[in-house]
């Protein structure tokens, strides 16, 4: 196992333009049972650590490497956290708002990891998470000028990529070729789904929209990095070509591009299975025809860089959703799927509506056409009194619609007024529950609003919490909303009740064996930087793979999270689970 070669790591920037933190592989400076984001705070933002439940009445904070104390106070009385059954105790030092390098001291308990306080304190972290989707590129190489100690050879050129049965026409026979290269890696694994980069891009494109000045100017390495497109522009565009390809003729989409089985632990050059794109579904029509309308508007304003892409993207939208309303059940069944069965990732879903109302609703922001916005039906899922809008996921995306209708409001006001206040006051509503659970919670977060919200990817449920809660400040510049979001971050950079940040580089005590099949393979130490493990899942399906490592400790909902390979149920990555920290994070950096 690499984690048990102990060595000391920087990162550096000429080579990735992100420094991060120096990772200490091996035994970690702080306390196990002092909990808090092991990169920092914002001088103005809230600060706040949780500690064991001790004898302990007061905490302590020093600058780093010197003995004099610059703050002090009280801790609050200890709370159970049902979801990890712990007693703690939280330190609030949020009045302190010197710019410095600092630990947390509890007498008798012993010191936090080191953090920072800073204007800027996430910027790395921030950048990082998007520089992470190129480490995810398919069909490239990645040199060691853009991708440092992480360089590696090209694989998966797919240029070659057979049509499986399932997806068969009079035109595309069951094993011909089509050409479908680029997009990203989707997970730990070497497969490409529509699904999953649905929500991912739509994530993604939202940021762009809510904070383009901010984006233009982000700098991160990348060979496309020299034109007059954002660099965060052009990393979407290299998973928006790869979609692009993956629309057949009629405009159904394929469900995925995969080989039929996983890979081994090996580098894409050694992942040479043959990759075929299977039956194209309902949910992956729509996902596209969701995306492709909303990139659609971001790029006519990059005309004369790119010429015609937004009127092929939005007509290949409008194709797409034509197909999925003459096949509006078309559900992907993977059992169903022979020579060769299949059994990479799933993604499968059976209720489609809410990627109707997501789709529908981006194309009628993209043309003003009044019948997608009645196709949409918002009002009357608004008005229903079942709970409809959730934090989104891959299978729930149709709050997507809602963000996208309150960012776009001024423009609709006049037609569609009482409709745009009732999606205001529904997004409004939503971060109002999260927000009164996190000023009862034991950890002072949103995430844990309940059990529910430990499963696989449980840490993309805290990401998305953040989006929600960013969503309505960005509606009513209510700062508890931001603190919230801003207490989700923490709950991601170690304060939760593993003690983990959970994204890979940044943090004292950080994942640093995920289950990632370049991370494993290559003779790096360290692992791919910016990449978001799952978190903790009491499902534990890995347990199998993962023998006596799940211990007492991992018992509860909130502490089962183990950072070993073996432990794809709690410790591999995905794009899905990256964009919403893309958001969470960067969205901060921006408005702080």
């Known amino acids: 196992m690499k984690n048990l070669i102990f060595r000391v790591v920087c990162f550096f920037s000429f080579l990735l333009t992100f420094s991060g933190n120096c990772q200490t592989s091996g035994k970690t400076s702080g306390s196990e049972k ?23 009445v007061e905490f302590l904070i020093f600058k780093k490497g010197e003995k004099k104390q610059v703050f002090s106070g009280k801790l609050t009385g200890a709370k159970n956290w049902p979801h990890s059954n712990e007693n703690v105790k939280k330190a609030d030092f949020s009045e302190f708002r010197e710019p410095g390098q600092y630990i947390l001291k509890v007498p008798g308990m012993g010191e936090s990891y080191p953090f920072e306080i800073s204007e800027n304190v996430h910027f790395e972290p921030a950048k990082a998470s998007i520089k992470a989707f190129y480490f995810q590129r398919a069909s490239t190489a990645l040199p060691e000028s853009y991708a440092g100690k992480w360089a590696r050879d090209a694989g998966h050129p797919d240029s070659e990529v057979k049509i499986h049965n399932s997806a068969a026409t009079q035109n ?43 984006l233009d100017t ?3 390495n990348i060979p496309e990095s020299r034109n007059n497109i954002p660099d965060f522009l052009d990393e979407t565009l290299y998973n928006l070509r790869w979609m692009m390809s993956m629309q057949d003729e009629d405009g159904g989409v394929y469900h995925k591009l995969t080989s039929a089985n996983f890979h081994g632990a090996v580098l894409p050059k050694d992942a ?34 790119l010429p015609g892409l937004s009127d092929s993207l939005l007509v290949m939208s409008k194709k797409a959703y034509r197909w999925a309303v003459k096949n509006p059940k078309m559900v992907y069944d993977q059992k169903k799927l022979k020579e060769p069965a299949v059994s990479t990732g799933a993604y499968g879903d059976e209720n489609f509506e809410d990627e109707f109302q997501w789709a529908a609703t981006e194309l009628f922001l993209s043309t003003e056409e009044e019948k997608y916005y009645e196709e949409a039906g918002i009002e009357s899922s608004l008005e229903s009194s079942e709970e409809n809008f959730s934090v989104p996921s891959w299978p729930n995306v149709n709050t997507l619609a809602l963000y996208s209708l309150a ?30 659970h996190s000023r009862e919670s034991a950890y002072g977060t949103p995430m844990g609003i309940s059990a529910k919200n430990f499963a696989w990817g449980s840490n993309s449920e805290a990401a998305n919490q953040g989006v929600l809660l960013l969503n309505a400040y960005l509606l009513t510049k209510n700062e508890e909303y931001l603190n919230a979001a801003n207490d989700n971050l923490d709950y991601l950079l170690g304060r939760n009740a593993t003690g983990f940040s959970f994204l890979t580089g940044f943090g004292e005590k950080s994942t640093k064996d995920p289950h990632h099949r370049p991370s494993e393979a290559d003779s790096v130490e360290d692992p791919v930087p910016g990449l978001l493990a799952g978190g903790p899942n009491p499902g534990q399906q890995d347990k199998q793979n993962c023998g006596d490592l799940y211990t007492e400790k991992h018992q509860y909902p909130a502490t089962s999270y183990i950072d070993e390979r073996c432990s794809y149920a709690s410790n591999e990555i995905a794009i899905n689970w990256n964009a919403p920290f893309v958001y969470l994070a960067n969205a901060l950096e921006a408005i702080r």
Do not use: C
């Open 218 to 220: 982000l700098h991160l």
């Open 407 to 436: 960012r776009h409001k001024d423009k609709h006001t006049g037609t569609h007024e009482s409709d745009i206040d009732a999606v205001q006051n529904k997004i409004i509503e939503m971060a109002e529950e999260l927000l009164a």
């Open 34 to 56: 002092i909990k808090l984001n092991q990169i920092g705070f914002y001088p103005e933002g809230p600060k706040t650590a949780v500690i064991a439940a001790s004898k302990a």
């Open 172 to 214: 595309r026979l069951a094993g011909s070729t089509i050409s479908s290269p680029r997009g990203w890696n989707d997970a730990g694994d070497y497969g490409k789904y529509i699904v999953n980069s649905g929500i991912t891009m739509g994530t993604l494109f939202s940021l762009y929209e809510d904070f383009p000045e901010y």
């Open 272 to 305: 040479t299975l043959q990759r075929w794109v299977v039956q194209k579904s309902t949910p992956a029509t729509l996902d596209f025809a969701a995306v492709t309308a909303q990139a659609s508007r971001i790029f006519r304003n990059f005309e004369e860089e």
